[in-house]
């Protein structure tokens, strides 16, 4: 718990290691030490040798009283950290928990804002974007305190992060707001926007993030409307535009990683994936196609773990609630597809790839429902589950967002209506 003695106690202490002839009790403080005043008086009238005698045993038996004091405080900090040791938090709606992604246990629940969406890591702080209050939200990692703070962004939509603790925010009006270092980014204090930049981009807007190559790379989805097929490549240096796609199809997912920017787009009910390098002269296509000669729809994309990870819908030919969903592996140096496997009976939305698991936010479409975490393991020849975490339920706390480290998986937990889209 990082409990200290205090200052008094430590002087205490180092009294007693020195011998301090100041602990010995000095004569006609009987009172305060409750000892009686005929006590008092024999130690007055004793011989020499009883005087020392006497002396001596007040000072054992303040040793003894401070021993029992430090003795208290471990047994007390002993019981408090088996108590919280042994006890898993209380997964609540509106909060965003970490799990352990050795054990699979959850560490802790911490209250944010309204149906928390998309997640921003950084060194010392966790970023969300709360879609029903519409505010953003910095966990401190030092003190564990949570800031929130409405607009700007007046409707904040999506959130990315580099590892000097800067943070991207998109919003309405093709507007992306940049939260520098020191201007209510990771420094100590409460959060606030009054120095943050600026970066407009063309019509139709700005959606979905992604950050990587020295770009910020932003797309439309995953709401749209018809024609929503823009993704803008912004430079980092200058925070300006410096490039624009239009792809077929209205744009839905983006993430970056192994030197690309990943785009899926939904056009009439199919999807594509798009491998976007930077100074490449035009997107590569990436063929998902399965044994029914469909298109699935790529709902959500993540990058690492030596693969892009897709998740997908409509595998069985068509888009529905009976449709089965599939994680799909793709080489990003073949823009193939190596491994697959297909998931019945749930609801697959979100994932995110570290720690050396790929991790899925999914809930069950049979009794009982529940909301869940998929660890899954990347390293064989077949994807493989390691483990199914249970979060929350959907009529309760259902899983949102999640985001991988080394050592820590964030997973944001709406209430029961978990907003996905940020409308």
């Known amino acids: 718990l990082g409990i200290e003695p205090s200052e008094a106690l430590q002087r205490l202490q180092q009294a007693i290691l020195r011998h301090d002839p100041s602990l010995q009790t000095p004569e ?16 007055r009238t004793a011989k020499p040798a009883d005087a020392a005698s006497r002396r001596f045993r007040p000072r054992r038996w303040q040793i003894a009283l401070a021993a029992l004091v430090v003795l208290a405080a471990a047994v007390s900090a002993a019981a408090i950290l088996s108590t919280s040791a042994g006890a898993t938090p209380r997964v609540v709606p509106n909060s965003l928990v970490r799990l352990d992604p050795h054990s699979g246990k959850i560490v802790s629940v911490k209250p944010v804002g309204v149906e928390p969406g998309p997640i921003a890591v950084t060194p010392s702080a966790i970023w969300t974007v709360n879609f029903g209050d519409r505010t953003v939200s910095r966990y401190d990692l030092r003190n564990h305190h949570v800031d929130q703070k409405g607009g700007p962004p007046p409707r904040p939509y999506s959130i990315v992060a580099d590892h000097d603790g800067n943070v991207w925010v998109s919003g309405e009006a093709s507007i992306i707001w940049r939260i520098a270092r020191g201007s209510g980014g990771t420094a100590a204090g409460p959060l606030y926007f009054s120095h943050t930049k600026t970066i407009r981009l063309p019509r139709p807007g700005a959606g979905s993030l992604a950050l990587g190559g020295g770009y910020l790379w932003v797309i439309v989805g995953p709401y749209t409307a018809a ?9 980092l240096a200058s925070g300006q535009p410096v490039r624009s796609w239009q792809l077929e199809g209205d744009t839905v997912a983006i993430a970056f990683g192994d030197g690309a920017a990943w785009v899926s787009t939904n056009s009439a009910g199919e999807g594509r994936l798009y491998a976007i390098r930077p100074g490449a002269p035009r997107p590569q296509l990436v063929h998902l196609g399965n044994d ?43 823009l ?27 809930s069950s479409n049979s009794r009982p429902l529940n909301s869940s ?51």
Request: proline letters at 6%; charged letters at 15%; glycine letters at 14%.
């Open 28 to 43: 006609g403080t009987a009172a305060v030490n409750r000892l009686a005043p005929t006590a008092v008086e024999s130690a």
């Open 227 to 235: 024609g929503d097929n823009r993704i803008t490549q912004v430079s």
């Open 292 to 334: 029914f000669g469909a298109l699935p729809l790529p709902l959500a994309i993540a990058v690492g773990e030596g693969g892009v990870w897709v998740i997908t819908w409509g595998t069985n030919g068509g888009i529905g609630p009976g449709s089965p969903q599939e994680l799909i592996e793709v080489d990003p140096d073949t």
């Open 336 to 362: 193939q597809v190596v491994k697959q496997r297909r998931f019945f009976g749930r609801g697959l939305w979100a994932l995110a790839a570290g720690g050396g698991s790929i991790w899925v936010a999914a």
């Open 373 to 423: 975490v998929i660890q899954l393991d990347p390293r064989r020849d077949r994807i493989r589950i390691i483990r199914t975490i249970p979060v929350g339920s959907p009529n309760h706390a259902i899983t949102c967002y999640i985001a991988a480290t080394n050592d820590a998986v964030w997973v944001t937990v709406g209430d029961a209506n978990c907003d996905i889209n940020g409308q």
